[in-house]
C-alpha cells in the first residue's frame, strides 16, 4: 500500500513538472515573441498546425456563392465574412470573432427592438430552424457537424455549465439566458433543462468526470432519447439550434470580449485539437450566417446551400478527424 502511495505521488510530482515547465516555456516564447516582432518565429502549436496543413489535401473551406441583390446590411456582413476568411486557416479563433460580427449584425438589423440574447431566440433561431426545414439535406449536414462535435468544443460547455448552475431554478445570467425568455420562467425546453441540470453535477476537476460530460453532449447532439434525474429527453434541432447559437456561439464571443481566458495559439497547452475548436466554432456560426443570407434572398443558388455544407464538413473532417475525440 505505501509503495503505491509513493508511486502515485512520484506520478503526479513529474506530470507537475512537466506543466510547470510547459508555463514556463509558454510565458518565455510571448515575451521572446513580443520582444523580436515581427521577426519571431511562430509559437509550437502555429508550426504544427502549419506542417499538419501540409499534409492533407484539398481545400480547407469553401464559401457559398452570393447574388448581386445584397443590401446595405447584407454588405457589412460580406465584409465581416471576408475578414473572417482572410484569418484562415491560421487563426480560426479571428475568424470565429469576424463571423460573429457578420451575423450580429443581421441579427441586430432584422430585430432591432431586441436585444441579441433575446434575438437569439426569438428571432435568429427560428429562422435558422426554418431554413433548415426548407433544406432537408442541409439540415441533414448541419445535423452531421453539431454530432460531432470536438471534444475540445464539449469540454469549453461543459466547464461554462458547470459553473453557471442551478438549472432547476435558474439564478445566474447563463442558466437564464438557455432557459428563460426575457429572463423569466416559464422553462422554455425540458429536454435541454434535464441535460443542463445532469452536465451541472460533474466535477470538472475529475479528468473521468470532464471526459463523461463532454461524452453526454455529444451524444445530446445527435438528438438521442437519454435518461436524467429531470425525466427520459431528446433534444429537438431547435434545441440543438440554440444550445450551439447561445450556449456556444455567444459564450465563446463572451470569453474572447471579455479576455476570460489567454489567447488560445499562444499557450503551452494549445495542440491541433484547440484548432478544431476553434474551426467548429467558426464554422457552426458560419452555417448560421448562411441561412440568414438565404432568407434575406442574398445566395445565389438556394440549393447550394446543402453542398456547400456537406463540402464544409468534408473539409472540417479532413482537417481534425483524428483529434475530434481528444
Given at each position: 500500500?505505501?509503495?503505491?502511495?509513493?508511486?502515485?505521488?512520484?506520478?503526479?510530482?513529474?506530470?507537475?513538472?512537466?506543466?510547470?515547465?510547459?508555463?514556463?516555456?509558454?510565458?518565455?516564447?510571448?515575451?521572446?515573441?513580443?520582444?523580436?516582432?515581427?521577426?519571431?518565429?511562430?509559437?509550437?502549436?502555429?508550426?504544427?498546425?502549419?506542417?499538419?496543413?501540409?499534409?492533407?489535401?484539398?481545400?480547407?473551406?469553401?464559401?457559398?456563392?452570393?447574388?448581386?441583390?445584397?443590401?446595405?446590411?447584407?454588405?457589412?456582413?460580406?465584409?465581416?465574412?471576408?475578414?473572417?476568411?482572410?484569418?484562415?486557416?491560421?487563426?480560426?479563433?479571428?475568424?470565429?470573432?469576424?463571423?460573429?460580427?457578420?451575423?450580429?449584425?443581421?441579427?441586430?438589423?432584422?430585430?432591432?427592438?431586441?436585444?441579441?440574447?433575446?434575438?437569439?431566440?426569438?428571432?435568429?433561431?427560428?429562422?435558422?430552424?426554418?431554413?433548415?426545414?426548407?433544406?432537408?439535406?442541409?439540415?441533414?449536414?448541419?445535423?452531421?457537424?453539431?454530432?460531432?462535435?470536438?471534444?475540445?468544443?464539449?469540454?469549453f460547455l461543459l466547464k461554462k455549465i458547470i459553473a453557471s448552475g442551478p438549472y432547476t431554478n435558474p439564478t445566474t445570467?447563463?442558466?437564464?439566458?438557455?432557459?428563460?425568455?426575457?429572463?423569466?420562467?416559464?422553462?422554455?425546453?425540458?429536454?435541454?433543462?434535464?441535460?443542463?441540470?445532469?452536465?451541472?453535477?460533474?466535477?470538472?476537476?475529475?479528468?473521468?468526470?470532464r471526459r463523461d460530460g463532454a461524452s453526454l453532449i455529444r451524444k445530446a447532439m445527435s438528438g438521442q432519447s437519454l435518461s436524467y434525474p429531470l425525466g427520459q429527453h431528446s433534444l429537438t434541432?431547435?434545441?440543438?439550434?440554440?444550445?450551439?447559437?447561445?450556449?456556444?456561439?455567444?459564450?465563446?464571443?463572451?470569453?474572447?470580449?471579455?479576455?476570460?481566458?489567454?489567447?488560445?495559439?499562444?499557450?503551452?497547452?494549445?495542440?491541433?485539437?484547440?484548432?478544431?475548436?476553434?474551426?467548429?466554432?467558426?464554422?457552426?456560426?458560419?452555417?448560421?450566417?448562411?441561412?440568414?443570407?438565404?432568407?434575406?434572398?442574398?445566395?445565389?443558388?438556394?440549393?447550394?446551400?446543402?453542398?456547400?455544407?456537406?463540402?464544409?464538413?468534408?473539409?472540417?473532417?479532413?482537417?481534425?478527424?483524428?483529434?475530434?475525440?481528444?
Amino acid at each position: 500500500m505505501r509503495h503505491k502511495w509513493r508511486n502515485e505521488l512520484r506520478h503526479l510530482c513529474r506530470l507537475l513538472i512537466v506543466r510547470l515547465t510547459w508555463i514556463l516555456m509558454s510565458q518565455i516564447e510571448r515575451i521572446n515573441f513580443y520582444n523580436t516582432w515581427p521577426n519571431a518565429q511562430r509559437f509550437a502549436a502555429e508550426q504544427q498546425f502549419e506542417e499538419h496543413l501540409k499534409s492533407v489535401s484539398g481545400n480547407f473551406f469553401i464559401p457559398i456563392a452570393l447574388n448581386n441583390s445584397l443590401s446595405a446590411t447584407g454588405h457589412i456582413s460580406l465584409s465581416y465574412t471576408l475578414d473572417s476568411l482572410d484569418s484562415l486557416p491560421m487563426r480560426p479563433d479571428h475568424a470565429f470573432d469576424w463571423i460573429w460580427k457578420a451575423f450580429e449584425h443581421l441579427t441586430k438589423a432584422a430585430a432591432p427592438n431586441l436585444n441579441i440574447t433575446d434575438s437569439l431566440r426569438s428571432f435568429a433561431t427560428p429562422t435558422i430552424c426554418s431554413v433548415l426545414a426548407n433544406y432537408p439535406q442541409a439540415s441533414a449536414n448541419f445535423n452531421q457537424l453539431a454530432e460531432n462535435i470536438p471534444l475540445q468544443t464539449a469540454r469549453f460547455l461543459l466547464k461554462k455549465i458547470i459553473a453557471s448552475g442551478p438549472y432547476t431554478n435558474p439564478t445566474t445570467s447563463f442558466a437564464k439566458r438557455m432557459l428563460y425568455t426575457n429572463g423569466n420562467g416559464p422553462i422554455t425546453s425540458l429536454p435541454l433543462q434535464a441535460l443542463l441540470d445532469k452536465l451541472s453535477g460533474y466535477n470538472y476537476a475529475n479528468p473521468q468526470d470532464r471526459r463523461d460530460g463532454a461524452s453526454l453532449i455529444r451524444k445530446a447532439m445527435s438528438g438521442q432519447s437519454l435518461s436524467y434525474p429531470l425525466g427520459q429527453h431528446s433534444l429537438t434541432q431547435n434545441d440543438i439550434v440554440f444550445f450551439l447559437l447561445s450556449g456556444l456561439g455567444y459564450g465563446f464571443r463572451n470569453d474572447r470580449a471579455h479576455a476570460s481566458s489567454i489567447s488560445p495559439f499562444t499557450s503551452s497547452k494549445a495542440r491541433i485539437k484547440t484548432y478544431s475548436h476553434c474551426w467548429f466554432s467558426f464554422l457552426i456560426i458560419y452555417y448560421f450566417l448562411t441561412t440568414l443570407w438565404e432568407a434575406s434572398g442574398f445566395i445565389a443558388t438556394p440549393q447550394s446551400i446543402d453542398q456547400n455544407y456537406a463540402a464544409n464538413n468534408g473539409a472540417f473532417f479532413t482537417l481534425f478527424s483524428s483529434v475530434l475525440n481528444k
